[in-house]
């Protein structure tokens, strides 16, 4: 149970206690995205100390993406925009963060729990591994390139749009599931609204973004669950940059005109009922820096 959350900024959400156990010195997080049932989340963390953790296995399949700062991961260092991966089973090195390093943070299939050991687990996949990328010195490929290019399935649906240059990140090629840093060019455009067949999450590093639910700028973040309509993007003069994730394979299905309507006969509300007010239409969550959206039909 992931909520649709669509747009917030995370400056507007309240601080929690870090959710990393078994860790030495004090990091606190915001919450971005969060399932109250199986304990996967999308979180800001931020190590408010210098910390350490030994060496141990996630309940979780686990993202590390680092915003700024610096981060060791047994004899590797990782700084702004460098990301981890450890699936569910593989061995996490011990790591080390300084003091005011801020991260992004993925659980998926599972909850925070982590136990300290020096082995991989027995649930482990013979073919995953830990994942390390130095994004900061890949090479950005353009979204059409043949083989570092977009992870879509354009087979079903939607076509390569030029000006879109993204940096993979993580791939599973049996089911999908991805996650890539992704560049717009200045004043890049797609229209019409897309839906996909699976969800889609991304957090705003730098640059701009108009769209129909409304502006995104550094620190912002969306939740989208499969199937809801989303479009008419529109990237700022400088460009936009995101982190963004997927948990299948994405496609494009394009829709025109798009409108939704709120149908059904008023009993006790309308204009002959003096200060009555009509429903409203079902919205994503929203805070409040970025305000309401402008026309909620529009979906």
Known sequence: MRPHVELIDEKDLIWHPAELPHGS???RQRNLNYCEEKGEASLLVEFTSDWTRPAGLHAAQTEWYVLSGEIS?????????????APQGVLMPAVKAKAGTRILLFREY???????????????????????????KMDWYDVTHPTHGSPMDFSRGGTPVPGLFIKLL??????????????????????????????????????SFEYNFGTMYPGTYFFRPAGVRHGDFVAGAEGTTWLLRCDGRLVDWYTENARVEMHG?????????????????????RSRSVGPMKDPSYV
Not at 73 to 85: A, R, T, W
Not at 187 to 205: S, V
Not at 265 to 285: H, I, K, M, R
């Open 73 to 85: 991961v047994g004899e590797q260092v990782l700084v702004k925009d460098d990301y981890l991966m």
């Open 25 to 27: 010195g004090e990091a």
């Open 265 to 285: 006969d008023p009993v006790n509300w309308g204009p002959d009922f003096p200060g009555s007010e009509p429903p409203v239409l079902l919205q994503a969550t």
């Open 170 to 207: 993580h791939h599973d090629k049996v089911t999908g599931f991805y996650t890539r840093l992704i560049h717009a060019k200045p004043n890049w455009k797609e229209h019409p609204l897309a839906h996909h067949p699976c969800y889609e999450e991304a957090f705003t590093l730098e640059g």
């Open 110 to 136: 599972a909850d925070w729990t982590f136990t300290p050991g020096n082995a991989h687990g027995a649930n482990r996949n013979p073919e995953h591994e830990l994942v390390i990328k130095h994004a900061s």
